[in-house]
Nanobody, 115 residues
Framework: QVHLVESGGGLVQPGGSLRLSCAAS????????VGWYRQAPGKQRESVAI???????NYADSVKGRFTISRDNAKNTVYLQMNSLKPEDTDVYYC?????????WGKGTVVTVSS
């Protein structure tokens, strides 16, 4: 199976920054799209950002201009740089990857934006 491990979450004040990491194992990482999703209690899980194998990206309107997704194929890692954080960004953030028709999720990393 593919294993995804998220890290980098924590507590930050509004306007601050965090960088999340998603480390993948068990697959050829470089030819796959990887996405970041987030979910708060009582809310639907939503897509935040996706990076494709060629490097192109898609962002949710709510984070466009503040978040940047990138990848380091040599390290099998995808990053989410989160700037100008807002309290509404408080969520559990999950990494997602599809390989051989199967969808894989990490266990999540918690981001709390609060003063």
């Amino acid at each position: 199976q593919v294993h995804l491990v998220e890290s980098g979450g924590g507590l930050v004040q509004p306007g601050g920054s965090l960088r999340l990491s998603c480390a993948a194992s068990g697959s050829i990482f470089s030819d796959k799209a990887v996405g970041w999703y987030r979910q708060a209690p009582g809310k639907q899980r939503e897509s935040v950002a996706i990076i494709f194998s060629g490097g192109s990206t898609n962002y949710a309107d709510s984070v466009k201009g503040r978040f940047t997704i990138s990848r380091d194929n040599a390290k099998n890692t995808v990053y989410l740089q989160m700037n100008s954080l807002k309290p509404e960004d408080t969520d559990v953030y999950y990494c997602n990857l599809v390989s051989a028709g199967m969808t894989y999720w990490g266990k999540g990393t918690v981001v709390t934006v609060s003063s």
